[in-house]
């Protein structure tokens, strides 16, 4: 019985680029929700130079992250931790959602 393969859900795209500095990663099964949120905190970040994404193709369940540093910190480290800031707001927005509405239902219980 053949191995599965690995199905992943992000990769790095290859480039003929000599300079580690400047990266385009493809994430599977995403789109402008995950795209948008990324390039507006990674912006926020001094070293980064430029970042965009694109959605290859709307039959393509794909989105591509460009990501390009004035220095030389890895792409993927800053990737890393945009990903990390965004599960904290994430959390943070559920917590203050799940807040108010405890507050709402005891409120109105009254």
């Known amino acids: 019985m053949p191995e599965p393969t690995e199905h992943r859900k992000l990769s ?7 300079n580690d500095s400047n990266k385009t990663f493809i ?11 990324l390039k507006m905190l990674l912006l926020k970040n001094p070293e980064v130079n430029f970042c965009g994404y694109t959605i290859p193709h709307p039959s393509e369940d794909k989105l591509h992250l460009r990501i390009e540093m004035l ?4 792409p993927a480290d ?8 965004l599960e904290k707001v994430c959390t943070h927005i ?7 509405v405890k507050e709402y239902k005891d409120s109105s219980m009254v």
């Open 12 to 18: 790095v795209l290859r480039e003929d680029e000599e």
């Open 27 to 37: 994430f599977e099964g995403e789109g402008h929700t995950l795209g948008n949120a």
């Open 71 to 74: 220095s030389n910190t890895s």
């Open 78 to 85: 800053v990737l890393r931790k945009a990903l990390e800031d």
């Open 94 to 100: 559920s917590d203050k959602f799940e807040e108010a």
